[in-house]
């Protein structure tokens, strides 16, 4: 069993940055397995993908907010980053992790979910 934490989350004003990470623990071989997501999901709305990080490294990012969110992944650490900057009031959201191993596509785990408000 896979758990993912997320952390980082907070209040930020418009223009504001933040820094997301996604800590792996638990029954895992590394992180260098899994394919790495970020969604986001605001109140009313349905969850939403926000940005990919390949096993090999490869990103991807939703449209709305390519250009000011960056994916990255440390697999020493075991952890999955989401550098959020030039925030606005509509990325705010509560933002969810979730792993796939390369080798079995079919299962998927996902963390608890950490808070973004951006406001002034």
């Known amino acids: 069993q896979v758990q993912l934490v997320e952390f980082g989350g907070g209040l930020v004003h418009p223009g504001g940055s933040l820094r997301l990470s996604c800590a792996a623990s638990g029954n895992i071989v590394s992180l260098r397995d899994m394919h790495m997501y970020w969604y986001r999901q605001a109140p009313g709305k349905q969850r939403e993908l926000v940005a990919t990080i390949t096993r090999a490294g490869s990103a991807d990012y939703a449209d709305s907010v390519k250009g000011r969110f960056t994916i990255s992944r440390d697999n020493a650490e075991n952890t999955v980053y989401l550098q959020m900057n030039n925030l606005k009031p509509e990325d705010t959201a509560a933002y969810y992790c979730?792993?796939?191993?390369?080798?079995?596509?079919?299962?998927?785990?996902w963390g608890q979910g950490t808070q973004v408000t951006v406001s002034s």
């Open positions: 979730r792993a796939v191993p390369w080798y079995d596509l079919r299962s998927e785990y």
